[in-house]
């Protein structure tokens, strides 16, 4: 059983501006590492600095075993790392280990033996290359490290990391993971702080989300996914999530009235936030089905302009489709012409024509009859119309509604979705935002 | 449309045929029946290679190492029979090995989207440095009877060099216009981008262009091998330069989409007269290809003025 290090019960800190927690439970186990994630100003520093003693609550208390802790204790079992934590410059790597390692109140220990200790621990944290290095000369994340060590050697109980992986890259924040491991596994609990959802997050025993001094959400390691974290950070749900993960709210969504078509508007409330990009990775993500999106620029980059149409549509069935010696038989080419012509509307002598002589209107039809060819499940028709006339784009509005599969119609022309009569959202930051009566 | 009959991709062909009435007539000894199976024996082996090249050059990308790669499995086949390997285990064996250095190329040039002439640069170094130390540096003499007995073998009065070019015709135009791999040559070679979208497994389709090429160029360096009776050495050079001259004298577009198997078929048959032609007619070698370079060229230039 994991033995309980601190428990924090109905803290409240008021002083204004953003240090501000509202009656916040907390708790934290021996050995744990715990990320702690929220917007700017959501209370994880201020958190923080009241479990390593360096602000007192207002109210609430802070027990170990039952017994209630002084702000005093604290401050000798916690350490809060920062950006703004500074080590001896001119003083080489070991030293300042021998430094910071060093505690005033423990018993001497002679000079050799430190030296030796030091070593051993510095190794442990992948510093041992830089041994006799100035610190002046060394990286900013192997500085951190080397506080981290610090805080092992003075033999802390709980670490804060307080956004100090914000500007680390993909190997460094790999190399903060291992020493946070290597932390809890000497029974150290760790909490990671952060307001970015880094990769350091996906290595966590469990992850807290807090907003506006409240706790919002405890996730454990297997529960929790890039969207759900996001959608507590930002404090609405994904809409990818809320459309997948609620198989009955999908089917009143979408299945209503009997109608074959599934659809639902998405519009997004900026253009440019890339929350349709958002939206959709998540879809794929979450639904690990084959998603088709279907931008305005497919209708033209996404076909090989000199090969005939019927060629065009053998590509992506080809292998499916075709027999021994990977010929195409002319009975398969003659269904899928037949099939091509019912389904596009295209005469027999288009079907052999070179693409490039196709109009606007023709290319979106095949290209939702290539969707059908591959067998898609969820289609996305992001931006679809835009530089058509109105016409056109009542007509690629009817042709969408007859596609077998769910579909997602983005547009940033809100009249242009509500002639679906469907459910409409607004998407921010790949979220759903409301919907949009 | 209006299909045109003279394209000026076809301009440089027409000039060749211009070429060879007017030899015909005029150079003394052309018109002899013996020289023609001559002149089809001599084109044969670089025709091959040209129409095993043919994949490669409609998906976009050139192969560089095909001289190389030629005398590489020269010299490999003769060294399996040197060491007793029986004929058909021999050839079967260069085959392979032909296809497995394709196939590298191929993936090699599609997953990391190498260019495919430095990747065949580098490929047809490593060949040369590989066959020099398989022959340590000597031609291969003595080949078995029986293989060159092989090669002197006729059907239906047809030499075998000609019957495999005719063979090698037939196989690349069906795959080119018969199997799906064709248009994904083609589709790959128009836009690869697009094709990629349309779900066209870019990495397989170089594979196979590749593939096929190495393994055109094993069939033509055995065949090349039974007609001469020992393992040539040299670095390749002149054979990539002519196969690509027939390449462009077929009017097969160098970025890739365009090209037809009867123009390079005739092609290789052009370039073919023209080598006998020279010989017949006495110029010297070095001439010879400053005239074979000044081909090539009106030969890129019509290419290019069509696009």
């Not at chain 1, 100035?134 to 990391?161: C, E, F, N, S, Y």
């Not at chain 2, 007619?281 to 000044?294: D, H, L, P, R, T």
Request: charged content about 20%; glycine content about 10%; proline content about 4%.
């Amino acid at each position: 059983m994991i033995h309980e290090l601190l428990r924090a019960e109905d803290l409240l800190l008021d002083r204004g501006g953003a240090s501000r927690i509202h009656h916040m439970d907390f708790s934290v186990a021996a050995g744990e590492s715990v990320g702690l994630i929220g917007l700017s100003g959501g209370g994880k520093t201020s958190l923080a600095q009241i479990l390593c003693g360096e602000l007192e609550a207002d109210s609430g208390r802070i027990l170990h075993g039952g017994v209630p802790l002084s702000r005093e204790r604290l401050a000798q079992s916690g350490r809060r790392i920062s950006g703004e934590d500074r080590l001896l410059e001119n003083l080489s790597v070991l030293e300042n280990l021998m430094v910071l390692g060093h505690s005033p109140r423990g018993p001497a220990i002679p000079r050799k033996r430190l030296r030796a200790a030091c070593r051993e621990l510095l190794s442990g944290f992948g510093l041992e290359e830089y041994l006799d290095v100035p610190v002046a000369q060394i990286p900013v994340p192997v500085q951190h490290r080397l506080l981290l060590a610090g805080a092992a050697a003075r033999g802390k109980r709980l670490v804060a990391l307080d956004h100090i992986a914000d500007t680390y890259g993909p190997p460094e924040l790999e190399r903060l993971a291992a020493c946070i491991r290597r932390l809890c596994a000497q029974g150290v609990s760790v909490l990671y702080l952060s307001g970015y959802l880094d990769s350091v997050l996906w290595q966590l025993d469990r992850i807290t989300v807090v907003r506006d001094g409240r706790r919002i959400k405890e996730l454990p390691r297997e529960s929790f996914t890039e969207f759900s974290l996001r959608a507590y950070m930002y404090g609405y749900r994904s809409a990818a999530e809320e459309i997948l993960e609620a198989p009955e709210a999908c089917q009143t969504a979408f299945f209503l009235d009997g109608i074959p078509m599934p659809e639902a508007g998405l519009i997004p409330v900026h253009d440019a936030d890339g929350s349709v990009d958002k939206f959709l990775s998540g879809l794929r993500e979450q639904s690990g089905r084959t998603v088709t999106v279907l931008t305005a620029g497919a209708l033209f980059d996404s076909w090989v302009e000199e090969l005939s149409v019927l060629d065009n549509l053998l590509l992506p069935v080809a292998q499916r489709l075709g027999g021994p010696g990977c010929h195409v038989g002319k009975a398969m080419r003659r269904l899928l012409r037949t099939e091509c012509m019912e389904q596009t509307g295209l005469s027999f002598q288009q079907v052999d024509q070179p693409f490039r002589q196709l109009s606007h209107m023709e290319r979106f039809k095949l290209l939702r009859y290539r969707g059908i060819l591959n067998r898609t499940d969820i289609y996305v028709f992001d931006h679809i119309t835009s530089g058509t006339d109105l016409q056109d784009r009542e007509e690629m509005r009817r042709i969408s509604g007859t596609l077998p599969g769910l579909l997602f119609y983005v547009s940033g022309d809100y009249r242009e979705l509500t002639a679906f009569k469907r459910k409409i959202y607004a998407l921010q930051n790949g979220c759903l935002r409301k919907e949009l009566p | 449309m209006k299909q045109r009959i003279l394209r000026p991709e076809h301009i440089p062909l027409m000039l060749l045929a211009a070429l060879f009435c007017l030899s015909f007539f005029f150079v003394p000894g052309f018109n002899q029946s013996w020289l023609f199976s001559t002149v089809l024996k001599n084109g044969s082996y670089h025709g091959i290679i040209a129409l095993g090249l043919l994949p490669v050059l409609i998906s976009g990308d050139v192969d560089l190492s095909i001289g190389a790669q030629m005398t590489f499995y020269s010299v490999l086949c003769a060294v399996f029979l040197k060491n007793g390997y029986p004929i058909p285990a021999a050839v079967l064996a260069t085959l392979a090995a032909a296809v497995l250095v394709g196939c590298i190329e191929g993936a090699v040039v599609a997953r990391w989207h190498f260019n495919s002439i430095l990747m065949t640069i580098a490929m047809s170094m490593f060949l040369i440095g590989l066959s020099s130390a398989l022959n340590r540096g000597v031609t291969i003499f003595n080949l078995p009877k029986q293989l060159l007995a092989w090669g002197d073998r006729r059907l239906l009065g047809v030499s075998m060099p000609m019957l495999f070019w005719v063979l090698a015709a037939l196989v690349i135009a069906f795959i080119l216009h018969q199997t799906y791999w064709g248009t994904f040559f083609y589709a790959v070679g128009h836009n690869a981008q697009a094709a990629d979208k349309a779900g066209v497994p870019l990495l397989q389709v170089k594979m196979v262009a590749f593939g096929l090429s190495s393994l055109f160029c094993a069939v033509s360096s055995v065949i090349y091998i039974s007609q001469l009776g020992f393992a040539p050495l040299s670095n390749g050079q002149d054979t990539t330069y002519s196969v690509l001259t027939i390449a462009a004298l077929g009017g097969v577009s160098f970025s890739g989409g365009r090209g037809k198997v009867t123009l390079v078929l005739l092609g290789g048959l052009m370039i073919g007269t023209l080598t006998s032609l020279f010989t017949l007619a006495e110029v010297s070698y070095y001439y010879q290809n400053c005239i074979k370079g000044a081909i090539l060229f009106i030969a890129i230039f019509t290419n290019f003025s069509k696009t």
